[in-house]
Each structure stands twice: as C-alpha cells, then as structure tokens.
C-alpha cells in the first residue's frame, strides 16, 4: 500500500519543471491547486455532515444561484495559491473581477484561473463534482492585475487541468507534454500517477447532450445528433448512446476514460445563447487537455484554443472528444449555412440522408 514504486504528484512536478523558467514556482503553484482539491474533496465527502450543503440566498456574476460549497470552494483557492509569490492575481467563476494578490503577498509571475466547484447543481444529489484550473503567464509580472490580463488564447496556457471528486478522487492534468492521471491516496493525502499518457480513441458510439434543448439547436448540430439516433439503419450505419450527467468535469472524465463526444452548441433561444460553458476557466483548460489527449475541441467552427477572449466570463459553444466525430461536426458546420436557424431545407434530416 506504500507505492514504493509510484510516482506522486510532487515527484511528476519536480520531474516536469526542473528545466523550464520559472519552473519551481510553477510546481509550487499547481501544489498549492492539489492541495485546494485535497481540501475541497474532504469537504465534499463530508456532505450533510459538514454543514456545507445547500443554497444560498446570493447569485454570482452569471446570475446563477451559488451552493455553499461553490463559496467555500473559491474561498479555498484562494487561500491555497495567493501567497508565497507565484501568482500575480486569479480569476474565478464565482468572482466578478479579477483578484489581485494583496499588497501583504508578494506578486508573481503566473496566472491562475479556476472554477472551484464544476457541476454544483450535483452536490445534493450526491453526483461526482470537480474543479477545473488554467495556469497563464502573467503579462506584466509582479504588477497588479487587470482584466486584459487573462484574456488570452487558450494556446497559451502553461498548465491545466482538473479534479474530479467522484468514488475517487482524482486529478488529470497537463503541462502541455501529454496528460497524466493521478488517483488521490486518501491515507497518505497525496496524489498518485496511476493513469500516465492518457489517450483519447479516435472512434466512439457514444454521444452526450442536453436533448431538452433540441428545438433551439443549429441545423447542423439537429443533423448530426439525428444521424446518431438513427443508428445502424441510418447514414452512419452503427447505433450510438448517449450519455448526460450535466457536470463538466464528469462528461469530460468519462471521455478521457473511454472516449466519446460532448456537445453544448451555440442555440437560438431568445437571444441567441452563444453556448453556455464559460471560455476562460472550463472550455480552455478542459480543450488544452483534450488536444494533448489526442481528442480534438471545437466551437463547431474552429479551435477553442484559438478563439480571442473579450471578456472574463465569457460563454463558447463547446463540442469536444474523439477525433472522428469532432472533426465531423466541424464538416458539418462548414456544409451547412447555420447562420440562418429557420432555413427549412435543413430543419429536416431528408436532404441530408446520403451525405457520410
Ligand atoms: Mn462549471
Ligand atoms: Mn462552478
């Protein structure tokens, strides 16, 4: 049970950064998020018990209504990466605007962005939750931070990653040179590489979306869903099942383990919704991690590491996984004229019946 032979968290660290410029204060940064994600799964764990379920009365700047354990949680990432000079300001889901490290810390050279609690409508039905992070170069190192600060391409993250706090607690993580996997050993409190090189497959029959919103989606989004169900009798000539937890972090786990494609599209609710999923803190840390999976992460138009942040909280249509059906719905959106929502040549799949 002592893992003589395993690789921890610190060592894989240690090991990854020993070379690179700044690379001590960045080990020391992404330990202070694992021990956040340490702290936030114990809080998890404990449930009713700890007192920290349930809602409370406040909204955060999405206007969604915040869990006492989304509050808790950024509160703990906060107080685990704020000090010791790694850091010159983070940004959170649960926090208006940026966070400065205050005048009492030193400031440092890295960027974090977090959301601390992923799938927070999950707690109380006791559903795997998680937190995600996204590590940046600070451009002005050492100053106070501003807004223009964080708002860069997903391309440049440093590190990302994410916790999961399901029947185990684990972490996936990249640093831009593959994803590892680590499993939390809950008696020694240290994470353990147990899933080196993750690889996403190329090919799934496994889809994940929220079908209650099919009447708002883009034609081409209506076209490929459609195809899936169709199973073995339609275009694509197999069947297909679909998958939908409502949690980022879990959709995103169960597709690093086994395959499979995510899809939160851009839909026409008034006013036209550009996705739900926000940019900064979960499309691009979970769309790094999956392009070094091998797996590709799209808008339906494009890269999500190329699209050029305007805003904190900025929202992104979100369709990630295996290559295969990525790289499909991509075609899709490419063939189909989704900026006219209302065409009826494309409101029914009939023209489409052939195309592969
Ligand atoms: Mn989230
Ligand atoms: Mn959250």
Redesign the pocket.
Known sequence: MLHLNRTTLAQYLIEECQDKDGGSDLVALLLGVAQACKMISRTVAMGALGGATGKLDSTNVQG?VQAKL?VI?DEIFRARTEFGGYVAGLAS??MDDPYPVPPNFERGQYLLLY??????SNIDVNVSVGS?FSVLNAPRPGEEVATEDFLQTGSKQVAAGYAIYGPSTKMVLTLGNGVNGFTLDPVLGNFVLTHPDIKIPETTQEFAINASNSRFWEPPVTRYVEECMAGKTGPRGKDFNMRWVASLVAEAHRIFTRGGVFLYPRDNKQPPKPGRLRLLYEASPMAFLIEQAGGMASTGHGRILEVEPTELHQRVPFIFGSKEEVARIEEYHQSTPDDDFKNPLFNTRGLFRDAS
Request: no cysteine.
């Open positions: 969604e989304d949680s889901e649960e959301d601390p609690l992923d799938g927070s995600i």
